[in-house]
């Protein structure tokens, strides 16, 4: 049976990629030897990481001003790291609280600067994406996540402020476009929208980094990643390579301006099922819903456990809601198909139909 | 034409290892789904997470005193990560040069406490290991690196001291046995001897850790990381899978004493052709030479590139020296088999006969 796959993440990617990656694995390229056990420095792998690099810049449409990395570990390194690089002890940076990633990006920075909360939505659950446009320009950055997995929140436009944007875009980069003059620093782990867990993309604006006083570890130091260009130490190879598929993938699709079409046919397909249909209902303020991860809710609660075991037997698997709110969260990431959440959507009708 | 690997890392892995990992790329355990488009909190990724510590545990003789985790990243991270979980800025720890990745750790940890080098082989371009026995027990920790890739040396006994010892194992770990006793901790990249890259073996000592003063960023506590059971954030799913076969395949090949008979037969094989063979000599001191990586060079260097040429034809990949040494390189971790050696020996002694 087909399976359709909802889960958060790691999460579904296109079968084409699947298939050339395990390809790869058995023989990278008519070498006789695996992906797997290359050296990073082979000429057959600085292309793949070249070809990544490249892909990235195309898709969001990257000129000179920002530096685009691969690197190891997943976003939650970032939460240091990037206050590490850009951000004086003395300094003051804005963040806005919209959610679990948030609130550990917020705890970590607190240790490298003033790290003043501008915004939560923590009253309500995290339903929804506080307004913080007009901020003080003394800020060094404002930093937001951009779409919030566990809450079903996203930011539909990026705030409107005159300081610069640092961004943890994990769970909806390349699902749309983005100006990326905004931002200083966007960070993503690869495991929602671009390849297998294991590393994470970083963009950031050059002329951003060099500006603290701190010593930092070599690892820590984005220049020096930059100067290696991503290969400063062993970078995990497997990962980047299914990323730069992935974003081939994208490429071959429309782009980020393609796959903001489909994501919002997506979810418009399933809000307005959940809209409809009386069983259920959303958590989340209608205007910042997020097009990657739909939570929705059976007022009946106690179908819960049947309504998942329905899913799974039209194989849709994944479906089930994080502790945090409860009910189902339909993550429905760049290479989920229409038909998948038509799936979903005829298991909702047809649970109306038997128990409503 | 079959092909001998000999790179220095990301480096050769067993056979049924890599058909293994390509076939559940593509499907993984029946679930209609691939490894890598799976939650990591899925029953069966916890299985396999659950199986690599314990096998790590069998194979190491790893009692309840030790921890044993899967990080992100590489090992590179671990010459900040170590210092600044194990050792308070006040305190000393003492580090050995034996090469590039030792000038990197010892680096990195003057940024953490007050660092003693207390011994380097860096006067005679790290052709071997300096003896530090009996070392002042003032000192948090001893910091050694097992095995030294680039140079082609080697730790064959660990230092004789009354401190803990803090080992970096990224190119040695599981090719032999060790007394884990002696050590607080130790960290290992993947890429060698268990794995992809992408993934860090990290086995601490419980109670080296909660001892320093200084307020740690979540990804940088190894508290959190044993707390989650190395899941505090998304994994590095498929080299910790990988790494899982390979600790499988240690297992059913005889273990790590089963490894260290495999290696020093290949390394006596390859070293006693170096020795005899009247074109080639090794840079290395004859008692410290590396099992994993061994170093020879022609006496006539005019000659190199002709041989590598006659390697790759032969299907010998992955010969060419690291710059720093020069000649060639042949890593014969444990995945390598005598057949591959035999096959280098003879194209050695065919070059003597053609050239000598």
Same mark, same amino acid.
């Given at each position: 049976?087909?399976?359709?796959?909802?889960?958060?993440?790691?999460?579904?990617?296109?079968?084409?990629?699947?298939?050339?990656?395990?390809?790869?694995?058995?023989?990278?390229?008519?070498?006789?030897?695996?992906?797997?056990?290359?050296?990073?420095?082979?000429? +057959?792998?600085?292309?793949?990481?070249?070809?990544?690099?490249?892909?990235?810049?195309?898709?969001?449409?990257?000129?000179?001003?920002?530096?685009?990395?691969?690197?190891?570990?997943?976003?939650?390194?970032?939460?240091?790291?990037?206050?590490?690089?850009?951000?004086? +002890?003395?300094?003051?940076?804005?963040?806005?609280?919209?959610?679990?990633?948030?609130?550990?990006?917020?705890?970590?920075?607190?240790?490298?600067?003033?790290?003043?909360?501008?915004?939560?939505?923590?009253?309500?659950?995290?339903?929804?994406?506080?307004?913080?446009?007009?901020?003080?320009?003394?800020?060094?950055?404002?930093?937001?996540?951009?779409?919030?997995?566990?809450?079903?929140?996203?930011?539909?436009?990026?705030?409107?402020?005159?300081?610069?944007?640092?961004?943890?875009?994990?769970?909806?980069?390349?699902?749309?476009?983005?100006?990326?003059?905004?931002?200083?620093?966007?960070?993503?782990?690869?495991?929602?929208?671009?390849?297998?867990?294991?590393?994470?993309?970083?963009?950031?604006?050059?002329?951003?980094?060099?500006?603290?006083?701190?010593?930092?570890?070599?690892?820590?130091?984005?220049?020096?990643?930059? #100067?290696?260009?991503?290969?400063?130490?062993?970078?995990?190879?497997?990962?980047?390579?299914?990323?730069?598929?992935?974003?081939?993938?994208?490429?071959?699709?429309?782009?980020?301006?393609?796959? +903001?079409?489909?994501?919002?046919?997506?979810?418009?397909?399933?809000?307005?099922?959940?809209?409809?249909?009386?069983?259920?209902?959303?958590?989340?303020?209608?205007?910042?819903?997020?097009?990657?991860?739909?939570?929705?809710?059976?007022?009946?609660?106690?179908? #819960?456990?049947?309504?998942?075991?329905?899913?799974?037997?039209?194989?849709?698997?994944?479906?089930?809601?994080?502790?945090?709110?409860?009910?189902?969260?339909?993550?429905?990431?760049?290479?989920?198909?229409?038909?998948?959440? +038509?799936?979903?959507?005829?298991?909702?009708?047809?649970?109306?139909?038997?128990?409503?």
């Amino acid at each position: 049976m087909k399976k359709y796959n909802f889960y958060a993440g790691p999460a579904i990617l296109p079968r084409e990629v699947i298939e050339a990656a395990a390809a790869a694995v058995l023989d990278f390229e008519g070498m006789g030897l695996s992906l797997i056990e290359i050296s990073h420095r082979s000429k +057959q792998f600085v292309a793949v990481m070249d070809e990544a690099v490249a892909l990235v810049k195309e898709l969001l449409n990257i000129g000179d001003e920002h530096e685009v990395l691969f690197l190891s570990g997943g976003a939650s390194s970032q939460f240091y790291l990037t206050p590490m690089n850009l951000l004086d +002890q003395d300094e003051k940076a804005a963040y806005v609280d919209t959610g679990t990633w948030a609130s550990k990006a917020i705890k970590d920075a607190k240790l490298f600067g003033n790290i003043e909360v501008l915004a939560s939505s923590k009253d309500k659950n995290y339903s929804y994406i506080p307004k913080t446009d007009n901020i003080d320009t003394s800020y060094k950055y404002l930093h937001i996540t951009s779409n919030n997995t566990i809450f079903g929140t996203q930011y539909q436009t990026f705030p409107d402020v005159a300081v610069p944007i640092v961004c943890d875009m994990s769970s909806d980069i390349f699902s749309r476009p983005i100006d990326i003059h905004k931002f200083d620093l966007i960070y993503a782990g690869a495991q929602k929208n671009m390849g297998p867990a294991g590393t994470t993309l970083v963009i950031v604006r050059k002329s951003a980094l060099s500006k603290v006083s701190r010593v930092l570890p070599a690892m820590i130091d984005m220049k020096n990643h930059i #100067e290696a260009e991503s290969m400063y130490n062993t970078p995990p190879v497997f990962p980047i390579y299914v990323s730069m598929l992935t974003l081939r993938w994208i490429k071959n699709n429309g782009g980020v301006a393609g796959m +903001q079409v489909r994501n919002e046919t997506k979810a418009q397909l399933l809000f307005d099922e959940i809209e409809r249909n009386p069983m259920f209902y959303s958590p989340t303020v209608a205007e910042d819903r997020s097009r990657m991860n739909v939570c929705f809710l059976l007022h009946n609660t106690a179908l #819960e456990n049947e309504f998942i075991a329905k899913a799974i037997g039209a194989g849709c698997v994944g479906l089930e809601g994080h502790r945090s709110v409860g009910g189902f969260r339909a993550s429905i990431y760049n290479a989920m198909s229409a038909e998948g959440v +038509q799936a979903l959507v005829d298991i909702m009708k047809e649970f109306e139909r038997t128990h409503g």
